[in-house]
């Protein structure tokens, strides 16, 4: 059981906008930064948004982030083939005084 | 460019030892706060420690404190992961990261080291 709560599975059809939700509480996404981050079988993990909604350069604006609270979700418009991957959401736990990774949201292109 | 190679993954029986190491290259090593992330064949991420550039704050997961050791050779531009008692659940691929943004925000990271728990 993650600490931060993502839906195991989302998806979408080329060109659609589709979100995903990282549910947390008031020790790691209430009082910090959320990270997401793309996986894709075999590769490293690939940082996409960092500080809530701050894109990396050579990351696609096509993604894009937000916090409110004790939750966080990632956008990605203009859908492609590509972005076919798992997501996480990612934040530092201060009660834990660790990181703490969500489970994952493994995204389907339709 | 930056580049971090981790080694010493292999097969170990439960209860054994592995040491992992990452060697960084491509920036001020002895600058930068670094991490270990694994993943379980099927599973998400999981966050594992992560130790600071001077080696003042080091962190835990739960799950492998006081089993894993962090540490770090500045003058080698080396990062470690001393591994003991060993379970099936340590089964992963270890990532090493340098941590770019606050604690978790990590930009680069290596190809990653599996390591394998079986008896």
């Known amino acids: 059981q993650s600490v931060l709560t993502q839906p195991p599975s989302a998806s979408g059809t080329p060109g659609q906008r589709v979100s995903i939700s990282c549910s947390g509480s008031?020790?790691?996404?209430?009082?910090?930064?959320v990270y997401w981050y793309q996986k894709l079988p075999g590769t490293a993990p690939k940082l996409l948004i960092y500080?809530?909604?701050q894109r990396p350069s050579g990351v696609s604006d096509r993604f894009s982030g937000s916090k409110s609270g004790t939750s966080a979700s990632l956008a990605i418009s203009g859908l492609r083939s590509e972005d076919e991957a798992d997501y996480y959401c990612?934040?530092?736990?201060?009660?834990?005084?660790?990181?703490?990774f969500g489970g994952g949201t493994k995204l389907t292109v339709l | 460019e930056v580049n971090l190679v981790e080694s010493g993954g292999g097969l170990v029986k439960p209860g054994g030892s592995l040491r992992l190491s990452c060697a960084a290259s491509?920036?001020?090593?002895?600058?930068?706060?670094l991490a270990w992330v694994r993943q379980a064949p099927g599973k998400g991420l999981e966050w594992v420690s992560s130790?600071?550039?001077?080696?003042?704050?080091?962190y835990y997961a739960d799950s492998v404190k006081g089993r894993f050791t962090i540490s770090r050779d500045n003058a080698k531009n080396s990062l470690y992961l001393q591994m003991n008692s060993l379970r099936a659940e340590d089964t992963a691929v270890y990532y090493c990261?340098?941590?770019?943004?606050?604690?978790?925000?990590?930009?680069?990271w290596g190809q990653g080291t599996l390591v394998t728990v079986s008896s």
């Open positions: 500080r809530n909604n």
């Open positions: 990612a934040a530092w736990d201060d009660s834990l005084s660790g990181g703490v």
């Open positions: 491509g920036f001020t090593f002895s600058s930068y706060s």
């Open positions: 130790i600071s550039s001077s080696s003042s704050y080091i």
């Open positions: 008031s020790s790691n996404i209430g009082s910090n930064y």
């Open positions: 990261a340098r941590v770019s943004y606050d604690k978790i925000g990590y930009r680069d």
